[in-house]
């Protein structure tokens, strides 16, 4: 990788949270529609996990291109673990600042958010040796190299992204089992569905880097990893078409079209998955075009976005899962960047 290409890899996240953090404070100030004080905070949110992406691609590019020192080992995965803190007090302050329904939804969302940048920053964390998943694909035997992580150390970084996981997840069924009680605990539930399963798709990255990196990566892993994440993101996708075929209620039935970006977010993450597992101690031809998955996601995000706009304009209830999936279009773009660094920092060697 030359350096002007690792440039732009390490400036297409900071073009992504510019776009999310401009996009939602214009969406917040340019009106009164309380669909506004949904949409314009949850799409600046959305701008931390960019930023939190961006310390995960300058962790691997810097290693790529010798650059990477002590100071890069902890300040970059700090400024997503930052980002992620600084999001989950913004959602908390919006959740507490008004009993309105706009304020629920956005700081449920908003805190959910936080804990997918935590996610991502616990990749950059697990990425600080990224070069050693090189070195070990060389090999056929399992040992653990001593530059490794201890097995203590990789049972953490797992275990972190588990445990926001697993968080999101109870979080996202205490408010579904509310739904009876008013509108807000439906759309809050089900849109924090859809980021636990990020978080969960995010886990499945957080064990691959891990673990290839001590050299335990496993043929068994090789195969589920790639097909948990599809299969959570496929999930997504049913659950927000059933909600939209299926809910009487299209103001609510909309929030499925939300769950279909998520779902296509965990397709992107699923790219850097796909990678990592089939080219640990395998030829894969198509590794070049792995790349290709979050383009076509982050495509179809900014295409249906495009017909809700046209739809929000006679039904009002489109008016916030059509800017969302502009933003989440925004964040499988950011994602291209970083399969892409994965995909030359695997295949220079």
């Known amino acids: 990788m030359n350096y002007g290409i690792s440039v732009l890899f390490r400036a297409i996240p900071l073009l992504m949270a510019l776009f999310c953090f401009g996009y939602g404070w214009f969406i917040t100030s340019y009106g009164t529609d309380p669909n506004r004080y949904?949409?314009?905070p949850v799409i600046f949110s959305l701008g931390m996990i960019c930023i939190a992406l961006f310390s995960t691609a300058a962790t691997i590019i810097r290693q790529i291109i010798g650059t990477f020192g002590q100071v890069s080992k902890y300040t970059l995965p700090?400024?997503?673990?930052?980002?992620?803190?600084?999001?989950?007090?913004?959602g908390m302050h919006i959740l507490h600042s008004s009993p309105d329904s706009a304020s629920f939804v956005a700081g449920h969302v908003i805190c959910g958010v936080g804990f997918i940048t935590a996610c991502v920053a616990t990749t950059a964390t697990s990425s600080t040796r990224f070069t050693m998943i090189t070195e070990n694909a060389q090999k056929s035997d399992h040992d653990v190299p001593p530059k490794a992580f201890t097995r203590t150390q990789g049972l953490m970084l797992i275990s972190?992204?588990?445990?926001?996981?697993l968080t999101t997840w109870i979080w996202a069924f205490v408010l579904l089992?509310?739904?009876?009680?008013h509108p807000?605990?439906?759309?809050?539930?089900?849109v924090m569905i859809g980021l636990a399963s990020i978080c969960t798709c995010l886990i499945t990255l957080v064990a691959t880097i891990a673990r290839q990196i001590r050299n335990i990566f496993?043929?068994?892993?090789?195969?589920?990893?790639?097909?948990?994440?599809?299969?959570?993101?496929?999930?997504c996708i049913i659950w927000g078409l059933i909600l939209i075929l299926g809910t009487a209620n299209m103001s609510l039935g909309s929030t499925g079209y939300i769950m279909i970006g998520l779902g296509l977010v965990c397709y992107s993450i699923s790219s850097k998955v796909i990678l990592l597992s089939k080219i640990w101690r395998h030829e894969f031809k198509l590794s070049n075009r792995i790349p290709l998955i979050p383009i076509f996601t982050a495509l179809t995000c900014l295409f249906l976005s495009a017909f809700l706009f046209e739809i929000g304009s006679v039904h009002g209830y489109y008016f916030v899962p059509a800017r969302v999936l502009a933003g989440l279009g925004g964040i499988c773009f950011t994602l291209f960047s970083i399969v892409s660094i994965?995909?030359?920092?695997?295949?220079?060697?």
């Open 38 to 40: 949904v949409a314009g």
């Open 78 to 90: 700090g400024i997503g673990y930052l980002s992620a803190v600084l999001t989950i007090i913004g």
């Open 160 to 165: 972190v992204a588990a445990i926001l996981a």
């Open 177 to 181: 089992s509310k739904s009876s009680l």
């Open 184 to 190: 807000k605990y439906f759309v809050a539930g089900h």
């Open 218 to 235: 496993s043929q068994t892993e090789r195969k589920i990893w790639p097909v948990l994440v599809l299969v959570v993101g496929s999930l």
């Open 342 to 349: 994965l995909e030359s920092g695997t295949s220079s060697h």
